[in-house]
């Protein structure tokens, strides 16, 4: 077969990367998925300005409650032991006293997880270039944008997500993760993806 000519699969050919990631803690067995669409999945860096629906909206993400500056370890441990979101707002709301009063070097578990996530370059994200990046890191970057603990609308389980030009990052407890995921989350996320903001742009001229 003569291979020559070939090149590739077509000029219409459009591909759309989400990345997944599971960090397990093997002690505790404590567990956090995280799901990172970038930019360039969405339509590019522009993609939160262009689009009808904010991606909370349009991906069915209810708002529960803003990240507290200082105190993301403290609320994403909450976010990663509580069953619901009742739960979820109650150690919100109150605090983690217990770990609070610890030495840093005693810290429970949940509180230790939570700040190894925070801090720890383990996450696959996309700024101009492929690289593995802290939660910390992508929060402190929001710039333009929004970043909150939600809920997913058939599930009620809480996630912290975080919506910025350089692209959306979901994570949470894996199970209710991977629960939201199933329950449609998933679907949803691809069909966001997939929109051309573009074309609804020139639709509307």
């Not at 217990?98 to 939570?114: G, Q």
């Not at 329950?183 to 993806?193: S, T």
Request: proline content about 5%; charged content about 20%.
């Amino acid at each position: 077969m003569d291979m020559s000519n070939w090149h590739g699969f077509g000029a219409k050919l459009s591909v759309s990367q989400i990345y997944e990631t599971t960090v397990t803690d093997s002690e505790s067995g404590l567990s956090a998925h995280f799901v990172v669409v970038p930019a360039r999945s969405l339509g590019g860096d522009s993609y939160l300005f262009q689009r009808p629906d904010r991606p909370f909206e349009a991906l069915g993400l209810q708002a529960l409650a803003d990240i507290p500056a200082g105190g993301v370890v403290r609320s994403l441990a909450a976010c990663l032991v509580s069953e619901d979101v009742d739960e979820f707002l109650k150690r919100f709301h109150e605090g983690f006293a217990e770990e609070i009063e610890h030495a840093s070097t005693d810290l429970p578990a949940p509180f230790a997880f939570a700040e190894y996530l925070t801090f720890a370059r383990v996450i696959p994200f996309e700024w101009s270039t492929f690289s593995a990046d802290s939660l910390g890191n992508v929060l402190t970057a929001q710039g333009r944008g929004e970043a909150a603990y939600v809920s997913y609308e058939d599930t009620k389980t809480p996630m912290l997500t975080v919506a910025i030009p350089a692209g959306i990052l979901i994570c949470g407890s894996t199970q209710k993760v991977e629960d939201a995921l199933g329950a449609g989350l998933r679907h949803r996320i691809l069909e966001f993806a997939k929109d051309d903001p573009d074309a609804q742009t020139a639709g509307e001229h």
